[in-house]
């Protein structure tokens, strides 16, 4: 089983950057694909970026590449997503989760953490 937790969220203006992080507990997490996710008030949850094992793939949803990075330190157990050119409507809960193969569906996610708040203001 593995145990996730966000950090690194906050209130930010349009235009500037965050980087969240997530730590995984466990000796088992380089063996999880990792994903992002967020969810605004009253929408769906919304799939961001994955990464496989290794760090050799990654995906992202149209409405982030080109503005955020995911990427991983397997040493640190440690996922991460920089977000840089953010917008309001950016705004959300941010969530890691930890799949067992490289998926955009949430429902494929075994694992969760709590999530951590972006405010994004204008």
């Known amino acids: 089983q593995v145990q996730l937790v966000e950090s690194g969220g906050g209130l930010v203006q349009a235009g500037g950057s965050l980087r969240l992080s997530c730590a995984a507990s466990?000796?088992?997490?380089?063996?999880?694909?990792m994903g992002w996710f967020r969810q605004a008030p009253g929408k769906e949850r919304e799939f961001l970026a994955a990464i496989s094992r290794s760090s050799i793939s990654t995906y992202y949803a149209d409405s982030v590449k080109g503005r955020f990075t995911i990427s991983r330190d397997n040493a640190k157990n440690t996922v991460y997503l920089q977000m840089n050119s953010l917008k309001p409507e950016d705004t959300a809960i941010y969530y890691c989760?930890?799949?067992?193969?490289?998926?955009?569906?949430?429902?494929?996610?075994?694992?969760w953490g709590q999530g951590t708040q972006v405010t994004v203001s204008s």
């Open positions: 466990g000796r088992t997490f380089s063996s999880y694909v």
């Open positions: 989760a930890a799949a067992h193969y490289y998926t955009r569906i949430s429902d494929d996610y075994y694992y």
